[in-house]
């Protein structure tokens, strides 16, 4: 995995992840209001979006804003990428702003929910830290990092998927999001052939955790860039 | 849990699901043909589409045909139905028809996606029930049987969602899909306050695994009737 | 025709109704806020909103959230249920409120319609009179009762349409919503196969009063218990 | 009432009615297709849509079309016409082809749906017979004639809208579709302040009859010219 | 071209211009409000739409509010139209209030978009002159006045498009908007068939500039009347 | 400007177009089908779409599929692309296959419709060659390069868009594409603040004329890489 800070320069944090040869553009956008549900309560919001390129993928695809709406698997992901984010947050120490975090797929080779949800955390790090070093905001607002994984039994046997197989191909296909103190945060597991059974659950557990204790690693790195 | 066949009487399958006070109406509707991708190929489908009747809930929420479209929430757990459901059928064995399963909640009080799955599942065993009575279908098209639990960590505890206390309270919500030989269908879970560590996964599947095999001795029972 | 009161828990007022194989579940739910066009003028509202779920019908009809919205016969329902309610209501004496009567259709074999009037009504009563041991409301706001039955010309005779037969089945379909003193709230009357004859007209409007007047002795009794 | 036939000249009906102050464009437009449902049954088709200038009001309404589509008085409107001006069709006679009634209000000033079926039923029957100086269509296809007026009841009197008073102060508001052998073809009658009494209803259908009656002179005249 | 003024009653412009067969309908309606981004800041707003009757074409095209909204085309010429009139206007002049022009063909034939702009400026002009005369403007709000013109090259000769021939049968085809100054607002051209020179530019801005010349002439003859 | 082929492995083209801080990748995908009017007509299609990821901009712009469709200024632009890029195609040479160009501002500084032009011009032209390479089309199928440059007048004088300062502060803003050989193709001119001179124009279509030559250049540059 590579990550790239400051790949675009409008956003106060913009990172280009690739994973294999998946390429998603991460950008924070940080805005001094919050949604309704929110307002006048002392805390900030942080959401995401997620688009796909027409074609980022192998045969192209229809464009959302032309189809008249976003699909039920743009959601589904755009909600889990929210989610995990928010999981790292303190909402109060950030204040009444609002954090976007829009992850566009560039290209695409499987994995590509994941590779945002990794990305995405290092563009709100460097969100946060503008706003930190502009004083505006004071004590801690992330606590720990959020990194994702998808994991899967491919032939049989279950894989980290580090070599971005086609995700169609494995018979359970599993996004794991953990912090880096090794808690989990989300787990959407679907067996795609044959149910999978606990044991084979445990070793797909086992092998995540390692995964995402890497990627960690690289965000640190990143990050210390 | 209560499940009530034949609750209305022009769907081939018509199940009302009481879980606690929540309510889920679920129908199976067969069709004589499939969706475009599948024509011509020999096999059926099997697809889900979720409801709320507006005052279900506590407050009224706004009619999605009213707001002009399904929300985001709407869209992944009839997504979540649909695959669930799929992964107990034999799509070669039921020919090319579509059964579509209608899940709409006249009562909502936590737990409506599990409710939906599990009272799906009866629906669509008489539906099949149905085309085989009539000769339409010749070899088996189910196999095993699909139920979902949702369990989660309340006040520090791991619980079966029993007593359907709100979901909001408790810290980590997790949807479990099972079939009846105790293999995994769907697994996802959600840390709502602080991520779950691994120890606590393996008394949530373990309570799960229990969960679901009760429901699938009710089911059995409300399919001998 | 069968009324069951406080069907689900939720809602202010909740009735099911049964006409022949129909079944219509009204629910009114109160909520303290008009729309905008009514904002400090110190009167309420009541508006009516009609879905049919997608397996009532012996044939299954596509879901208005999936296909993006109400179509022409939802909206011409919803606007009659609504007008027809809002004639028997004081809304000065409901004061800034808004009562919204959602008319789900379970299961269908015509008249639906006029069900959801005669249920919403009983809906409305029940929600007005919790607003009144409340102390919420001090006038009286309901003036009269409000019913609605169905009345056509059946191979040539005038008929009520108490064994709901088909609708398109009649040459002619009116629908007529009257108030319990044999006041005319709405009419509206279609010649589906010749037009219709004065002499006809004069026969079917008879039919209706005396159905009308059967419906809000049931409403009464249903109310008194 | 004044009737303009040939008001544009791309339609093979094009007809400006004029009410009072109120002016509807009428076009009928002949395509030699059928919606699918009527595909290969050797019927046509008679349908119609109706929209509102923007600013045919005294106050600007927004254009449906920015809104992003029709709202529930258009459709419930445009419905009405459709089935008004089918009742005097032979669809078998018609062949398999498409009639499209577009009403569109350039001014409106109370009554724009009965000027409008008023008016299409003329642009309809210069279609038709535009079809048979061809030699398309061989039988009759239009037996009798179709218009609609609009009585209420006036500061306690029954009124044909003659003068065109504004709609919404009358306590009745009633569209009568009738054709012209005195049969009726629809009834659209609403209470908006008291319930009207039998009484009532039978004086305004004595005056819609008269109305309709001179309104079929009128749409002789105009087809003779 | 004919400009016929006060064509119906109730907008504050409301003119009929004819350009060979093609009939523009537009109004000026005012409005005390301006849109979000203006409030406060002491300047109105000029903006417009356009729309085309279904059957204003020899084909009847789809009506833009039953397909869900407005396409591609309708949505660039009446961006074109409310540039090109807030080219004359003074917005600090006219206040904060906007002036909606609303132009909608009855007939098409080709130039409807120029035919548009011309027309549009008398009904904008009559709007401001009734708001000078109430005295709710103090200063001059117009300045200048703005037509448009299409030109082409047609079987290879540049010609002013007075004679409204097929634009399609153009090689080239340029919308010209210009004041009545000589200066150029807004210029479009399109090479259809195939690349247009820069002297072929030159004659026809040669053309557009003659015929702009005219139209301000009859429009300043309408205005007089 | 820099122009980067290969930017992404799916498209058949695909190309990174730098115009100062702007960034529009451009691929082109092409696909054996024609719309539904070209049909069994022997011809091919070249058509745009055009998006902005959300913060492209200074400030974050809300996502188009999220807000349920294009609007009108990504429309008009899509539109000018596809015409743009029409005007080069032999759509017969072609054969019944369809080339949709998708633009994609990653980052926003001004003149992102002539960027996209001008790199989708070298993504067209690599799909092409590839087709050629594979045997599929035989004859030329494009002839002559297009390009767009953006030129204005920028306080009082002629300036062609190198800088690329912003848009908003030009008083005359003219998009123009034209081709190798020096023909217009496109001219769009607007005047923000005064109207523009004939002799204006004049000195902007020069200048336009010799940026538009330099681009054709750096194109043929690129593809000779």
Redesign the interface.
């Not at 390129?53 to 192998?58: D, E, Q, S």
């Not at 044959?194 to 606990?198: S, W």
């Given at each position: 995995m590579a990550i790239e800070r400051h790949y675009?320069?409008?956003?106060e944090g913009?990172v280009l992840v690739a994973f294999g040869?998946t390429?998603v553009?991460c950008?924070a956008?940080v805005?001094e209001r919050v949604p309704p549900f929110l307002r006048g309560k002392g805390e900030g919001w942080v959401t995401a979006?997620y688009?796909m390129?027409?074609?980022?993928?192998?045969e192209?695809t229809q464009?959302?804003?032309?189809?008249?709406?976003?699909?039920?698997?743009?959601?589904?992901i755009?909600?889990l990428i929210g989610?995990s984010l928010r999981?790292c947050v303190d909402r109060a120490a950030l204040g009444e702003r609002t954090i976007?975090l829009?992850c566009?797929v560039?290209?695409a080779d499987g994995g590509t929910r994941t590779a945002a949800i990794t990305g995405a955390y290092v563009a709100l790090a460097d969100a946060i830290n503008g706003l930190r070093t502009r004083g505006l905001v004071k004590r801690e607002v992330i606590h720990?990092a959020i990194a994702a994984v998808s994991v899967g039994i491919w032939q049989g046997l279950p894989v980290l998927d580090l070599d971005y197989a086609e995700d169609s191909a494995c018979d359970t296909d599993?996004n794991v999001v953990?912090?880096d103190?090794?808690?989990?945060?989300?787990?959407?597991?679907?067996?795609e052939g044959?149910?999978?059974?606990?044991e084979e659950?445990d070793a797909l557990?086992g092998l995540a955790?390692g995964g995402v204790e890497e990627l960690c690693r690289l965000q640190r790195v990143a990050l210390a860039a």
């Open positions: 675009t320069r409008h956003a913009s040869d390429r553009l950008t956008s805005e979006e688009g390129l027409p074609r980022a993928t192998k192209r464009r959302e804003a032309a189809r008249g709406g976003q699909g039920g698997r743009t959601m589904e755009q909600r989610r999981a976007t829009d566009d560039l290209q720990g599993m953990m912090n103190g090794g808690g989990f945060i989300e787990l959407q597991g679907t067996a044959h149910a999978f059974r606990r659950l557990l955790a």
